[in-house]
């Protein structure tokens, strides 16, 4: 829309955070599993998110590492419950407890 203000990457890692902290509360698990797929099939278990760097660019915190990634790569996000021995939960920021 013209004039319209350019999308902020921190609203949508906000908005994704508040998503899962839903998610969370309306299931019966402490934690929640959340798994990114990207625009190459590639699925990734997602530790915690930021929008750090921005630019048009999140970073993926994964197993031992760091991914960032473009926002446009990311096709599907999904949520389920988080079982520690088999699929981590999601660490969501301190300020959305």
């Known amino acids: 829309m013209p ?8 609203d949508f890692v906000a908005r994704i ?3 899962i902290e839903q998610y969370t509360a309306t299931h019966s698990a402490e934690r929640s ?3 990114v797929e990207l625009a190459d ?3 990734l278990t997602l530790l915690s998110l930021s929008a750090e760097p921005g630019f048009g660019f999140v970073t993926l915190a ?8 473009p926002v446009g790569s ?4 999904t949520l389920g419950p ?5 699929q981590p939960g999601f660490a969501l920021p301190a300020h959305n407890t």
């Open 3 to 10: 004039g319209a203000a350019e999308p902020s990457l921190d």
């Open 62 to 69: 994964i197993e031992r590492e760091q991914v960032i990634v």
């Open 33 to 35: 599993h959340v798994e």
């Open 82 to 86: 988080a079982d520690e021995d088999r």
């Open 74 to 77: 990311i096709r599907r996000i």
């Open 41 to 43: 099939g590639e699925r």
């Open 17 to 19: 955070h508040r998503l």
